[in-house]
């Protein structure tokens, strides 16, 4: 796990603690057909931890890019009080190979989407919404099927010391990769913070270059459960 933020949160910056860690695991047997052709099973988890409460109607959002490489962004948005997170106020969106420009302004809307084969699941779980769980298996005939489930706000989820991730799985190994960039061990990477408002959040802010370290050989067992909910 490297510090790709900062340690403490630089306000002139909007550099919020943030780190990076990569692991290995075996697929496991059920996994969805999309998950096992996308990826070999090595994960990234992206924390950040906000080092100050975030205002009402602002965010933490931070971007982790290798300066020729694809661009990953998780980002909170604060709800109508200051220090809470949003219901459904959690988002994860990655910039394709060279469309992220560091320390200038970058469109939100060139932003896209994790693919379905990287299974995104982000935390804190129940801020946003969540499809139906399955009917359980010894439910009555006549029992009425399970509805989705609305996302809450959270309160204190985004004051001081609280933290906000993202875990998906990787791409497979490759010379080129048209969307989502894969991140290996000693790969140098950098950091960039969102602007915290409407008026800023297009622009971002060099927090701190670090070089990644993480599993070199995969481990067995599934580090995502996958009967739960993908978030894309």
Known sequence: MVQVGTAAFAADAWCHPTTVAISGTT????????????TDGYQLTMTVTAGAPVATEGNAGMCINGGETGTVCVMATAGDEDGTIAA???ACKMF???AFKPEAENDPATAVD?????????APAGVNNA???AKAADAAEDAEEPQPIEGQHLADGLNTGASFSVVYYQPKDAKTYAGLWRFNAKDEVTGYACGPDADTMKTNKKCMTATLTGAST???GAAIAFGAAALF
């Not at 697929?27 to 996308?38: C, E, G, T, Y």
């Open 27 to 38: 697929l496991a047997k059920d996994a969805p057909q999309a998950v096992s052709d996308f």
């Open 88 to 90: 459904n106020g959690l």
């Open 96 to 98: 394709a190979a060279g």
């Open 114 to 122: 994790l693919p379905a084969g990287a299974w995104a699941q982000m």
């Open 131 to 133: 499809p139906a769980p």
């Open 218 to 220: 995969l481990i067995a």
